[in-house]
Nanobody
């Protein structure tokens, strides 16, 4: 399974960050993995943001739930993260990852995208 993140590298404060993860070698409708978004801010550990399951059910971190939306396009085998009302504190490397569980540990995931840097700045 391969995952690849795409999206803008620079977002202005108060705008919505939107990233897409394109999956190959596996189907996002399969129920053996959760398809996750995780981020790592400078000097901090991994932060799980949310996930979408094979059935389309979504799961969100309580701390980000009010600003986060995850959706999918099954025809393109892609899933998308939207994070609204961003601030400079949302500057991070954003990863998509697949695994049988969800969490802040790298051990929760079997496959990772390479990560994409997103900077929030005016």
């Amino acid at each position: 399974v391969q995952l690849q993140e795409s999206g803008p590298g620079l977002v202005k404060p108060s705008q919505t960050l939107s990233l897409t993860c394109t999956v190959s070698g596996g189907s996002i409708t399969a129920d053996y993995y959760y398809w996750n978004w995780i981020r790592q801010s400078p000097g901090k550990g991994l932060e799980w943001m949310g996930a979408i399951g094979g059935s389309g059910s979504t799961y969100y971190s309580p701390s980000l739930k009010s600003r986060t939306s995850i959706s999918r396009d099954t025809s393109k085998n892609q899933f998308t993260l939207q994070l609204s009302s961003v601030t400079p504190e949302d500057t991070a490397v954003y990863y998509c990852a697949a695994g049988a569980s969800m969490g802040d540990s790298p051990r929760d995931y079997n496959y990772w995208g390479q990560g994409t840097q997103v900077t929030v700045s005016s």
